[in-house]
């Protein structure tokens, strides 16, 4: 893996020089990009067991949705790798400790549905101890023979990823006005996918046939996705754009500065209503109220349709000191006085009725999202091979 360099711009649609997750050729070991030492340092992470993954999602070395769903996938398949070694004929004892992998990955982040999303998919592969029906697709039998089959989905989530950001950039672009002046919520790019990005990914796209575009970055309270991780990655890509505080955005669309607003998604429920990042829901509301379009950009394994509205989603809350000392400083530096009361909600959930449209891979839903999401979730799930 290679850092990006200062001045190593990739092309807006073509292959980057950096990446977020990856899996080593023996399986062993999955490599993050340390996200939180951007944008001053490239640095990656190594990391041997599912635990050690688990622990990097949780403290967002790694985040954005799809990235965490490809990451727990890995978290996965080494844990399941290590499980085979150490009981390579004890199938109880393998169970065993790919149920407690599952388990910690699992609850590493609640928000984002990609990750159970991912570690479901994998475990529709492993038969059931009484050897009978349930999941689908083909089944293994010996323990190695489990990781192995574990190993080559994960790889699979993560080549189809690229593959699906590069669709919805095809598909969102094309929404777009000639010179698309886009306002753009947190971080949905390449290190929050496997590559290219979700609503990031249609910024390329379009600007790969329009160098008009231009982007409006939300520097994203508090972890500041927007300053840190999206403006990094568009200045990687040469793309034009500029920084503003969250609480301009509404400035923007009145002025009619913005064309479009793009955002990713954490998780669609069946009805549309989209968990994002915090701030996501402030900026719908005055996106509808100033008639600017709002896009929600997010694959087919980001809806959860078993979720029938916003209210059903978990909304994750994290600690105080990401409010009171916003760049990780310790000690007395805080921006607020010792022992203030926080409310750190890490996302919000943006009502169907402020989305003009969702982009997923299969096609662009519109309202009644009830109806139109459905058939985009089967067409995609109907493509998983087994
Ligand atoms: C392509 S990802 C869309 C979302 O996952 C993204 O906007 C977001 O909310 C990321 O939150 P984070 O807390 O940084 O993991």
Known sequence: MAGPGAATAAAAGGTLDYETVALSDDGKTVTLLDQRQLPHTVTYVHLTTAVAVADAIRSMVVRGAPAIGATAAYGLAIGATAAAAGHPSDDAAFRDDLAAAASVLRASR????????????????????DGGGGGGGA??????????????????????????????GALGAALLPPAARILHHCNTGALATVGHGTALGVIRSAYAADPGVSVWVNETRPRLQGARLTAWELAAAGIPH?????????????DGRVDAVTVGADRVAANGDTANKIGTLAVAISAGHYNVPFYVVAPASTVDLACATGAGIPVE?????????????????????PGTRVFNPAFDVTSASLITAIVTEEGVARPPFSESLPPLVAAAAAKVQR
């Open 110 to 129: 609640p928000t984002a549905v990609n990750l159970e999303w991912a570690l479901d998919r994998l475990l529709r592969l492993v038969t059931p101890a």
């Open 317 to 337: 809350e994290r600690g105080a000191e990401e409010v009171t000392h916003p760049c990780g400083g310790g000690g007395t530096d805080g921006v607020a006085p």
């Open 139 to 168: 089944k293994q039998s010996s323990p190695a023979a489990v990781a192995a089959a574990l190993t080559a989905d994960a790889r699979a989530i993560a080549r189809e990823d690229v593959d699906i950001n590069r669709r919805m």
């Open 242 to 254: 500029t920084l503003a505080v969250d609480s301009a955005a509404a400035v923007l669309l009145r």
